[in-house]
């Protein structure tokens, strides 16, 4: 199937459903993903409980020392 066939099919469904032959949904989510978005909203909420960093190369180095300890 090329493009042109998909947009044909695509437009001889609107015309047949008189509708937009789509789904438009919510996402759904896993355990994981749910608590990572949960704790990005608490660290949005209250920055000043954790740590943050100016640029990416404070951060590697405060990794870098990590490692060496």
Known sequence: M?????V???FKQIVLTDSI???IK????????LEAIKEADEIM????NYKSYN???EMIEEIDN????
């Open 8 to 10: 044909t099919i695509y």
């Open 45 to 48: 909420k209250h920055p000043e």
């Open 26 to 33: 919510r996402p759904k989510f896993n355990k994981e993903t």
């Open 55 to 57: 640029n990416v190369y």
């Open 21 to 23: 032959p789509l789904q």
């Open 2 to 6: 090329n493009i042109s066939d998909a």
């Open 66 to 69: 990590e490692e060496q300890i």
